[in-house]
């Protein structure tokens, strides 16, 4: 099933939740796909293949295994988890959750820049024919707003086929992986810190003892002290 098409928990419990463990044994970079699903399949095959020319992990839907939390839930928890989002946008909002005001895709969108997680966005052209069963008329004006709210707060681009969208994809992801990756702040040691013996106190402290006609290992070598 389109897993933009699932009724289930409202907004405020998806923005809630909590981020799972990182399970997957895949090496490199993830890149989470977020659109509407039948109606830009061919694009969403497009984008996960130049996802993984690049060397880097395409989190698609259609990959996902089984999981006992809900659809949109599931996909929130996935966004989390990600490096980077690609977010495909034609003539769809999408299906809303139950109790929610908002589609998946503009959950995850949201989700995403509250997580600080770049978003790269690409948007079909309006001049491309497009099925008359993929366009959601009911719902333009909440696609509009959304589309209005991805062009305020990132850089958008246009696609009028898989082949060209690909190529933007591959483009942006090339820029993105090559950029410095931000030095971690360093680790606060917490322990007990121990002051090292000063010269004139190592005779009567000294910091390691050796009891009297024992040996002291040293590499390969052994020495004996005795009285």
């Given at each position: ?6 009724p289930?928990?409202r907004?405020s ?6 981020p ?7 090496t ?12 830009l399949l061919?694009y969403?095959?497009?984008?996960s293949?130049?996802i993984?020319g690049?060397?880097?992990q395409?989190?698609?839907m ?21 490096d ?15 109790d929610?005001?908002q589609s998946?895709?503009?959950?995850e ?8 997680i770049p ?5 079909v ?8 069963q ?16 991805i062009e ?8 009028r ?17 090559s950029?410095?990756?931000?030095p971690?702040?360093p ?6 810190v ?18 009297i006609g024992?040996?002291?290992q ?7 002290e005795?009285?």
């Amino acid at each position: 099933r389109d897993l933009h098409s699932f009724p289930t928990r409202r907004s405020s419990d998806l923005n809630a939740a909590a981020p799972v463990t990182q399970f997957s044994i895949v090496t490199g970079r993830r890149i989470f796909i977020s659109s509407t699903y039948t109606d830009l399949l061919d694009y969403r095959q497009a984008a996960s293949e130049a996802i993984r020319g690049l060397d880097l992990q395409a989190d698609d839907m259609v990959l996902w295994a089984a999981d006992d939390q809900s659809a949109p839930l599931y996909s929130v928890d996935r966004v989390k988890q990600a490096d980077a989002m690609v977010l495909l946008v034609a003539h769809r909002y999408g299906s809303i959750p139950d109790d929610g005001q908002q589609s998946v895709s503009e959950l995850e969108y949201g989700v995403a820049r509250e997580a600080g997680i770049p978003v790269f966005a690409f948007f079909v052209d309006g001049e491309v024919p497009w099925p008359p069963q993929h366009v959601e008329v009911e719902r333009r004006e909440l696609l509009d707003k959304f589309k209005a709210r991805i062009e305020r707060e990132v850089t958008r681009k246009y696609f009028r086929s898989p082949q060209e969208l690909a190529f933007q994809v591959t483009q942006s992801l090339a820029r993105f992986i090559s950029r410095p990756v931000a030095p971690r702040p360093p680790t606060r040691f917490l322990g007990k810190v121990r002051p090292v013996s000063t010269p004139s106190r190592l005779r009567s402290e000294p910091d390691v003892l050796v009891p009297i006609g024992t040996s002291v290992q040293i590499g390969r070598a052994s020495c004996r002290e005795r009285v």
